[in-house]
């Protein structure tokens, strides 16, 4: 049998598993107190919903579950495909079964429902430090409103949560999918090419301006728009040269607005800036797009948007939605770097007892227990000195033993 | 698209979220109390360890993740079954994956190794009231040691945490599989029919004795050794007939000092009983097995044993183990259903206001928050009232209208 787990996914031995549950902790109260309420959905979700929901890239990183029984017996005889031969999938995020939840529970929430979800999601991805294969999620959407309300609280309490998180500063980058489609537009990009065009922008990180020329030039945009897009985004790509080029449009205004507002909450605890490049993946984003910035570590620690479309494909109707995602894996692996101290814990004593003892030794583990400490019985070893070095390393704080006091001996009083 | 969940797994509520949530807080604190130490493992395991794993009946029920890519590719076109297409599967339950956990991390636990898992398993089950095809499993084990101290505090520690989620009164039965044994071996059972025997006696309280009578002689048990078998589990079947029967041994005088510590730390706040019958269906069992009955709700609530060989078969050397396992889901079941209500839970406020007045309310709501209550943001609607109802229904505890007041209106003081 195999010892190690999975690959891309993690055990989490008992420190590591007390550092994610103290920032989920953190995560979860921050949200609670903003107002959001959590709700439960199952990993294992029909196939036929993630495949039809617009996950872009990450359709192709889906975990399949297989039929069972006879039916699997029928597919395989059928010589079936992959899609014959699974009926179900583990979720690739948290946002698909929130837009199935709500059509299925709309009538029980309040409107508009602002939600809490953390739980695990699954993608089949080439594991990278602070990216797994079976990975947390910490999201909060509201659906139902189509207020910049919505935009400015999710913001302020994921950033909220994020400080008291103690990660360094960060800054929450904002863009709206439709002042960098209009911009597009307005430099003669044909609506056709908009996504093509779209893709290429968002690697001008990683490829600078040159490789985004190259990859425009290859896939044949005319080099008159491209000497346009190239002007434009070589630019400050400030709001004020979005506005020059496109006129004062209601998104331009809103998003001026929101990073006003987001500033002005933030009384620089963090910042927030306009960036036109911002595009991010997932098919399903059709207004305002966030994601945020470490400007300690490289990449994003969190991101999200408006998904306008998404609940509509399960309720026929339109259902405003909007949602921010912490990257909760990326997090961990940061603060774990910096061997992140968890500010409150419990002080372990460990209570030696011979097994005749053990009834006795128990109820002095439950006084204790009552001045908030942990206690646990371990049988009394031949050789005491080792056994307390080892209690030492693993993070006790104190010993006792039995029938000799029955006050905790603490280490750092050796 | 689909909008219920998939069969036999469950969307859940705000409200029913707060209570799964406050029921493994306080399964947690009680456990961390107890000295016990929290680790993670995935929910994915490979396919091979879960088929090697002994685990019953669950092999049967497993949910099978296919291979992907070319692998998957090659081997539909290789024209594979069932096992050739999977890689992974979901796992049955937490004991195996601990069991994983402990033979490649062991030399960073402490020993023995007092652990808690409170995480999600899958049965592709028929799904009935309290049973689920994803399901939380909360977990105690103890690795590494044989002392019956472990018994104990596993009983005491599940106990403790049962009576803080005030289920009613509840018995722990305890047997031990090699008392069973002793007395089949006893009444003259051959030991290559020990375990189709011990599943017909565990139908004891399903089909009672003259059901249990008919399998054995269906099973061809000889008449002599069936009518002994009647005598000895038609009789009181308590410990002293067991002593009666096959004499004092080892695990009898354990057992029976096991029954009585625990009677004596229980002080009356429940019962723990002997029951010969017990036998808990996964194979890995190897000595003391539990099980919760509650006096009030049929079914079992929770259960456990001794499982020495399981690590075995991941290090190569035999590791004494034993674990207890709360049936969460059947617990979840029957507080909801007696409509329990939470103990403590954070009062909340919403705040209604004009857009225009985002920034300033939400400064607002953050000074509520700082007395400990939840507060968010609300459009103030056209309808206040009707607004104000839904928001009472939803179990808001007070509102609070931006730019008319600065302290909340509680909706008890109407």
């Known amino acids: 049998m195999k010892a190690t787990p999975v690959k891309g996914t993690a055990d989490y031995l008992p420190s590591q598993t007390l550092l994610r549950d103290y920032m989920q902790g953190v995560i979860l109260e921050t949200y609670r107190s903003a107002g959001f309420e959590r709700i439960l959905t199952p990993a294992i979700e029909h196939l036929e919903n993630l495949e039809k929901s617009d996950g872009g890239d990450n359709l192709n990183l889906m975990f399949k579950i297989m039929k069972r029984g006879e039916k699997l017996a029928e597919a395989i005889a059928a010589g079936g495909q992959e899609n014959e031969l699974a009926d179900l999938g583990l979720?690739?995020?948290?946002?698909?079964?929130?837009?199935?939840?709500?059509?299925?529970?709309?009538?029980?929430?309040?409107?508009?429902?602002?939600?809490?979800?953390?739980?695990?999601?699954?993608?089949?991805?080439?594991?990278?430090?602070?990216?797994?294969?079976?990975?947390?999620?910490?999201?909060?959407?509201?659906?139902?409103?189509?207020?910049?309300?919505?935009?400015?609280?999710l913001i302020h309490t994921t950033a909220t949560a994020l400080n008291r998180l103690d990660i360094g500063s960060f800054t929450i980058k904002i863009n709206d999918r439709r002042i960098l489609k209009?911009?597009?537009?307005?430099?003669?990009?044909?609506?056709?090419?908009?996504?093509?065009?779209?893709?290429?922008?968002?690697?001008?990180?990683?490829?600078?301006?040159?490789?985004?020329?190259?990859?425009?030039?290859?896939?044949?945009?005319?080099?008159?728009?491209?000497?346009?897009?190239?002007?434009?985004?070589?630019?400050?790509?400030?709001?004020?040269?979005?506005?020059?080029?496109?006129?004062?449009?209601?998104?331009?205004?809103?998003?001026?607005?929101?990073?006003?507002?987001?500033?002005?909450?933030?009384?620089?605890?963090?910042?927030?800036?306009?960036?036109?490049?911002?595009?991010?993946?997932?098919?399903?984003?059709?207004?305002?797009?966030?994601?945020?910035?470490?400007?300690?570590?490289?990449?994003?620690?969190?991101?999200?948007?408006?998904?306008?479309?998404?609940?509509?494909?399960?309720?026929?109707?339109?259902?405003?939605?909007?949602?921010?995602?912490?990257?909760?894996?990326?997090?961990?692996?940061?603060?774990?770097?910096?061997?992140?101290?968890?500010?409150?814990?419990?002080?372990?004593?460990?209570?030696?007892?011979?097994?005749?003892?053990?009834?006795?030794a128990m109820q002095l583990a439950e006084t204790l227990r009552q001045n908030g400490d942990s206690a646990g019985l371990y049988t009394r070893p031949k050789k005491l000195g080792k056994f307390l070095n080892r209690l030492e390393e693993q993070g006790f704080d104190g010993y006792l033993v039995y029938g000799e006091t029955d006050q905790p001996k603490w280490f750092e009083e050796k």
């Open 91 to 153: 979720r690739y995020d948290l946002t698909l079964p929130l837009s199935r939840f709500y059509a299925a529970n709309r009538a029980k929430l309040n409107n508009p429902f602002k939600c809490i979800q953390i739980d695990k999601s699954y993608r089949a991805e080439r594991p990278q430090k602070g990216r797994m294969r079976e990975f947390i999620q910490c999201d909060i959407d509201i659906l139902g409103s189509e207020s910049p309300l919505c935009e400015l609280e």
């Open 182 to 360: 209009g911009c597009l537009a307005a430099c003669g990009v044909a609506p056709e090419q908009m996504d093509t065009v779209c893709i290429s922008l968002d690697k001008w990180d990683k490829i600078g301006a040159e490789g985004v020329q190259g990859e425009l030039e290859s896939k044949e945009i005319a080099a008159d728009v491209v000497a346009k897009l190239m002007t434009l985004l070589g630019g400050e790509r400030s709001l004020e040269s979005v506005q020059a080029l496109c006129g004062d449009t209601e998104e331009l205004t809103r998003t001026r607005q929101l990073i006003e507002d987001v500033r002005r909450l933030a009384n620089g605890s963090y910042d927030a800036e306009f960036d036109l490049l911002l595009v991010r993946g997932q098919g399903y984003y059709t207004g305002t797009v966030f994601e945020i910035q470490s400007n300690k570590f490289r990449g994003s620690i969190g991101g999200g948007g408006r998904y306008d479309g998404l609940v509509g494909k399960f309720t026929g109707e339109n259902v405003p939605a909007v949602g921010f995602s912490i990257g909760f894996e990326r997090i961990f692996a940061i603060l774990q770097e910096q061997g992140y101290q968890i500010p409150t814990r419990q002080r372990r004593v460990a209570i030696l007892c011979e097994e005749t003892e053990a009834v006795q």
